[in-house]
């Protein structure tokens, strides 16, 4: 009597290999959160952090109340999701920047095309705008602002500066002067905080070239661009 022989099972893919499919339920809570989170940016603009309510961000997003509850445990830490999520990749941006083995000046185009791009023209100027009004009345919010974001690039732009003066870019006549970069990288990102509060307020009267402002600023910190 012949024997049946088993056959082989197909060899499974390695587990880390194999893409785990989001459930359905899955993708609409990721759609909520991402829902909730642009609703309570669009309140905490118009209305400000503090008065902002999350029965409105609820109304917003189209979700109960109860719903952001199950995502954000109050309204700080919605708005602190909201900084991690816009910001951080920029973030991350600029800290590659910072690190790229490219000459300063060329950093200095960089960053003011990543600013009118990344940040005037997206709403990330938005969340800038909440810091600037409702930091000094929620110091929370201002220290988690500059922990995550705000120290972070003052630190990719100090070391780049003190790698430049040690690789010899900076001329013996400019040294003071990115001493003082180093020693204050605000002069840097100052030209980016006018644009956002004079746009906000005074650019109907007189709108602002937001690149032109930032070029003529690296202009004057790093020299001329034709004679980079």
Excluded: C
Excluded at 107 to 127: C, N, P, S, Y
Excluded at 146 to 175: K, P, Q
């Amino acid at each position: 009597m012949a024997i049946a022989r088993k056959r082989k099972a197909a060899p499974s893919a390695p587990a880390a290999t194999r893409q785990k499919t989001p459930s359905a339920r899955a993708i609409r809570s990721a759609a909520r959160r991402e829902a909730i989170l642009h609703a309570a940016l669009d309140e905490f603009s118009a209305r400000g952090f503090a008065a902002a309510r999350l029965d409105d961000v609820a109304k917003r997003a189209g979700v109960a109340k109860g719903t952001i509850y199950l995502h954000f445990r109050d309204k700080e830490a919605l708005f602190q999701e909201i900084v991690r999520s816009l910001m951080t990749p920029f973030v991350g941006t600029l800290e590659g920047v910072f690190a790229a083995d490219v000459p300063l000046r060329a950093i200095a185009d960089q960053l003011v095309e990543l600013f009118v791009r990344e940040v005037f023209g997206t709403r990330r100027k938005d969340i800038i705008r909440l810091i600037i009004t409702e930091g000094p009345r929620f110091p929370k919010l201002a220290e988690f602002y500059y922990r995550e974001v705000l120290s972070r690039i003052f630190n990719g732009a100090r070391a780049r500066l003190r790698r430049a003066v040690e690789r010899g870019e900076i001329s013996h006549t400019t040294l003071s002067r990115f001493s003082h970069l180093i020693t204050f990288p605000q002069l840097i990102a100052a030209p980016g905080m006018v644009a956002i509060i004079w746009t906000g307020l005074f650019d109907r009267f007189e709108p602002l070239d937001v690149r032109e402002l930032l070029r003529a600023h690296m202009d004057i910190l790093f020299g001329e661009r034709n004679a980079a």
